[in-house]
């Protein structure tokens, strides 16, 4: 758990809304600009600069593979830093989700809760969509965040 659990939380409607205003984005690796191109990394710094301000560190490149293993999970690791860590059970709408796409595999998608059972995420070939949050995809969930209000 993150010790900025005191922290406020940012508007879970305010976030859904902006999340949904990057539906129909194409997908473009490593970018992050509404309606032109993003990855689902960059709908996540999109949504952050919207709700929070300014991206607080420059995002280093990174893999697409979503099989990678390693000992530290950097993603949520990053996320620790500057969002509020709650348990992936008590996640709700407005909340980021790191999904860990194989198993042993490290965290390397990311998408947004729009309702209970639905989310919204980049995905190859398909951009910004939202979707059903269906068993196969809820059980690959690893972390959960909560924005923070500016």
Known sequence: MSSRCTRTTADPTRVVGIARSWLGTPYHDQASLRGVGCDCLGLARGVWREIVGPEPFRIPPYSRDWGETGPREVLAEGARVM?????????KSGAL??????????????????GPDS???????????????TNAWRRRIAFAFLFPQR
């Open 119 to 133: 989310f919204l995420h980049a995905y190859e070939r398909l951009g910004v969509i939202e979707e059903p949050l």
């Open 97 to 114: 989700v790191l999904f860990r796409m194989k198993p042993r595999a490290i965290a390397k998608h990311v998408g947004i809760l729009t």
């Open 83 to 91: 969002m509020i860590e709650v348990p992936p059970a008590e996640a």
